[in-house]
């Protein structure tokens, strides 16, 4: 990095690069900084740019879809609200009248904002049902009555979000506590606060445990599923003492039409290393987590990542650590060795009394990372049906999924063999003749704009080209 940037904000931008800023000005956590800089993923690289209007320790940050970014949040300083302009600058929207460390920031409008949390600036427990607006003033939030969220650190919520852009939606899942520690998931959509239903009450002991929940909502929005981190609330870790991690899966796509989200509860083996970092979700629906510290000491960190397979199931690289005892390692080889050597001998005889062709066979049935991602890929454009929005970028897919536009576009060239417009241009030209087969007399203006095309001349250029002929051309030929 240009600059250090311990205990800082980030956020991942829709062109796919990474908006740092902030951070310690010195060893242990002391003091705020003011340098931003950006990450590109593409260059692996690290670019400084700017000054925050205000320095920053422990803040959030949030992109709208103008490509603004709000950030509000400080830690032993004051607080404030203040939004980058997407190129250099930041400049304050409002200073705050309460203070607080990494708060909650959810979208409510396509250029606004809520801001709220329950960690003071100096690290105390806030009791407010007050958010703070990025237009406007503060807004009295009626669930916060009761249930207010946990305390714990967040980093904005765009892992959060549930919503649908393209129509308007802007919805959130945020975990909620009450008054005896009890937790909730709240549903937060254009603004308004209500509990999610759920078919029973989130756990809050397992293994004879006591779980405290410390993380935001990660959403993988394909399976319409959100995962909530927790540990043991009451355990220092320690190495003679390793602890169980816990994540809440909430199976949200079932809590319609009066039904409730069922829950499941998982846990770890227990681990001896501290994890403190909100777990990332991978392409294949999996959740992974990087880094924490070495158990005992805060300030030894590591390098450990976890991977926790929650989703599609991918090769493992033994890291290691594997829990499996030499002699059952032992007991493996042999048998693998005995098998093979009776696999060879059968596949002797065979050869000796058959002749049949095996070419039809695929050389590997096990399908690759690319090929997952390719299917998440194809399920999402027919499920969300995102080809008909006329300036779908690389970016949106690669949010809807959770990954990088990069691995979006060289999954798709290697899978397709084609660019990424030409990939949703397919879909587009399916649809579109979907629409000329039932109607016919259609105006061709109109089924242009309703199957995602910009204009009427792109999509008969587009069309031709696909296809050979003009849309008239091949409703002459009755297909």
Same mark, same amino acid.
Request: aromatic letters at 10%; a neutral charge.
């Given at each position: 990095?240009?600059?250090?940037? +311990?205990?800082?904000?980030?956020?991942?931008?829709?062109?796919?690069?990474?908006?740092?800023?902030?951070?310690?000005?010195?060893?242990?956590?002391?003091?705020?900084?003011?340098?931003?800089?950006?990450?590109?993923?593409?260059?692996?690289? %690290?670019?400084?740019?700017?000054?925050?209007?205000?320095?920053?320790?422990?803040?959030?940050?949030?992109?709208?879809?103008?490509?603004?970014?709000?950030?509000?949040?400080?830690?032993?300083?004051?607080?404030?609200?203040?939004?980058?302009?997407?190129?250099?600058?930041?400049?304050?929207?409002?200073?705050?009248?309460?203070?607080?460390?990494?708060?909650?920031?959810?979208?409510?409008?396509?250029?606004?904002?809520?801001?709220?949390?329950?960690?003071?600036?100096?690290? +105390?427990?806030?009791?407010?049902?007050?958010?703070?607006?990025?237009? #406007? &003033?503060?807004?009295?939030?009626?669930?916060?009555?009761? /249930?207010?969220?946990?305390?714990? /650190?967040?980093?904005?919520?765009?892992?959060?979000?549930? #919503?649908?852009?393209?129509?308007?939606?802007?919805?959130?899942?945020?975990?909620?506590? +009450?008054?005896?520690?009890?937790?909730?998931?709240?549903?937060?959509?254009?603004?308004?606060?209500?509990?999610?239903?759920?078919?029973?009450?989130?756990?809050?002991?397992?293994?004879?445990?006591?779980?405290?929940?410390?993380?935001?909502?990660?959403?993988?929005?394909?399976?319409?599923?959100?995962?909530? /981190?927790?540990?043991?609330?009451?355990?220092?870790?320690?190495?003679?003492?390793?602890?169980? !991690?816990?994540?809440?899966?909430?199976? =949200?796509?079932?809590?319609?039409?009066?039904?409730?989200?069922?829950?499941?509860?998982? =846990?770890? &083996?227990? $681990?001896?290393?501290?994890?403190?970092? $909100?777990?990332?979700?991978?392409?294949?629906?999996?959740?992974?987590?990087?880094?924490? %510290?070495?158990?005992?000491?805060?300030?030894?960190?590591?390098?450990?990542?976890?991977?926790?397979?929650?989703?599609?199931?991918? +090769?493992?690289?033994?890291?290691?650590?594997?829990?499996?005892?030499?002699?059952?390692?032992?007991?493996?080889?042999?048998?693998?060795?005995?098998?093979?050597?009776?696999?060879?001998? !059968? /596949?002797?005889?065979? *050869?000796?009394?058959?002749?049949?062709?095996?070419?039809? $066979?695929?050389?590997?049935?096990?399908?690759?990372?690319?090929?997952?991602?390719?299917? *998440?890929?194809?399920?999402?454009?027919?499920?969300?049906?995102? !080809?008909?929005?006329?300036?779908?970028?690389?970016?949106?897919?690669?949010?809807?999924?959770?990954?990088?536009?990069? =691995?979006?576009?060289?999954?798709?060239?290697?899978?397709?063999?084609?660019?990424?417009?030409? !990939?949703?241009?397919?879909?587009?030209?399916?649809?579109?003749?979907?629409?000329?087969?039932?109607?016919?007399?259609?105006?061709?203006? &109109?089924?242009?704009?309703?199957?995602?095309?910009?204009?009427?001349?792109? %999509?008969?250029?587009?069309?031709?080209?696909?296809?050979?002929?003009?849309?008239?051309?091949?409703?002459?030929?009755?297909?």
């Amino acid at each position: 990095m240009v600059y250090n940037h +311990d205990f800082s904000f980030s956020v991942v931008l829709k062109s796919g690069k990474v908006l740092l800023g902030g951070g310690c000005a010195e060893p242990l956590g002391i003091g705020q900084t003011f340098p931003t800089e950006m990450y590109d993923p593409e260059t692996h690289s %690290f670019k400084g740019f700017g000054c925050l209007d205000q320095k920053r320790t422990a803040a959030s940050a949030l992109e709208l879809d103008n490509g603004q970014v709000v950030i509000a949040g400080n830690w032993y300083h004051h607080d404030g609200i203040e939004v980058f302009d997407g190129k250099k600058n930041f400049h304050l929207i409002h200073e705050t009248a309460t203070s607080r460390s990494k708060p909650f920031i959810v979208q409510t409008a396509p250029n606004d904002a809520l801001i709220f949390g329950s960690i003071s600036n100096y690290g +105390d427990t806030l009791r407010t049902a007050y958010a703070y607006q990025l237009n #406007g &003033d503060s807004v009295h939030i009626p669930l916060f009555d009761q /249930w207010f969220p946990p305390v714990g /650190w967040s980093d904005g919520c765009a892992m959060s979000f549930i #919503g649908d852009r393209n129509k308007g939606h802007y919805s959130y899942l945020i975990p909620v506590q +009450d008054s005896t520690g009890q937790v909730a998931i709240a549903k937060v959509e254009n603004g308004t606060f209500s509990l999610l239903p759920t078919a029973s009450q989130v756990p809050m002991r397992c293994l004879q445990k006591d779980i405290e929940y410390s993380s935001n909502i990660i959403v993988d929005k394909l399976a319409k599923i959100a995962y909530l /981190w927790g540990m043991d609330r009451n355990c220092r870790q320690r190495p003679e003492n390793p602890i169980p !991690y816990f994540i809440l899966a909430v199976d =949200y796509g079932e809590a319609h039409h009066g039904k409730s989200a069922p829950l499941k509860l998982y =846990y770890t &083996d227990p $681990i001896a290393e501290g994890i403190d970092h $909100i777990p990332a979700l991978t392409p294949e629906g999996n959740l992974l987590v990087t880094g924490g %510290f070495l158990s005992g000491s805060n300030f030894t960190p590591s390098r450990s990542v976890w991977l926790l397979p929650l989703g599609k199931q991918i +090769d493992l690289v033994d890291s290691g650590q594997s829990r499996w005892h030499k002699a059952t390692w032992l007991t493996i080889v042999l048998l693998t060795i005995i098998l093979s050597f009776l696999l060879f001998v !059968y /596949w002797k005889r065979l *050869r000796r009394t058959t002749t049949a062709e095996s070419n039809d $066979i695929p050389a590997n049935n096990v399908k690759s990372n690319e090929q997952l991602l390719m299917e *998440r890929i194809n399920e999402l454009m027919k499920s969300e049906r995102l !080809y008909l929005s006329n300036d779908l970028k690389l970016a949106d897919i690669a949010q809807a999924i959770g990954t990088n536009r990069r =691995y979006i576009s060289d999954c798709i060239n290697a899978q397709q063999h084609c660019s990424f417009s030409q !990939y949703v241009n397919a879909f587009r030209i399916r649809h579109a003749q979907q629409l000329l087969r039932q109607s016919p007399q259609k105006k061709l203006s &109109d089924v242009s704009l309703e199957s995602g095309f910009a204009n009427e001349q792109t %999509f008969f250029r587009t069309f031709k080209s696909v296809i050979g002929l003009t849309p008239r051309e091949w409703l002459m030929k009755g297909q």
